[in-house]
């Protein structure tokens, strides 16, 4: 129920918006995940990637493309492995890095390229 209230929301927000955001922290099914991507959003993942019972996490990440990821940390919440249970931070990135990295089969340096592009293409940076 909440997938489809979110769908309905975001489905009526993304007509009026001339550039969509970020979708953060997505932990949700494939299906919302292929909704909001098809709606122009960018999907936000964190620590939770590196959570043992994350799987699902894990297959929405292998199957968003590159250019649709975000990097984020949510601190002070959401640690990722192996710091789990102690405040997160930004510095902690790397180990979310290499978890989405690993899954889409690409370098480190590749992922960051990337996701550092798409985030200033979601913040308007790169705005002509």
């Excluded at 960018?42 to 292998?62: M, S």
């Excluded at 789990?84 to 889409?104: H, M, S, W």
Aim: charge should be negative; hydrophobic fraction near 40%; aromatic fraction near 10%.
């Amino acid at each position: 129920e909440a997938e489809a209230d979110t769908k309905h929301v975001l489905g009526n927000l993304a007509r009026q918006l001339p550039q969509k955001g970020v979708i953060h922290s997505f932990t949700s099914s494939m299906d919302l995940a292929e909704f909001c991507l098809a709606e122009g959003f960018y999907l936000g993942f964190n620590g939770i990637a590196t959570f043992k019972n994350a799987e699902n996490v894990r297959e929405v990440i292998r199957q968003t493309p590159l250019e649709r990821i975000l990097l984020e940390t949510d601190a002070p919440y959401l640690t990722p492995v192996p710091y789990r249970g102690v405040p997160n931070a930004p510095f902690y990135l790397p180990f979310i890095a290499q978890t989405i990295a690993d899954l889409k089969e690409v370098s480190v340096d590749e992922l960051l390229a990337i996701t550092y592009k798409n985030s200033l293409d979601c913040l308007f940076v790169n705005a002509q």
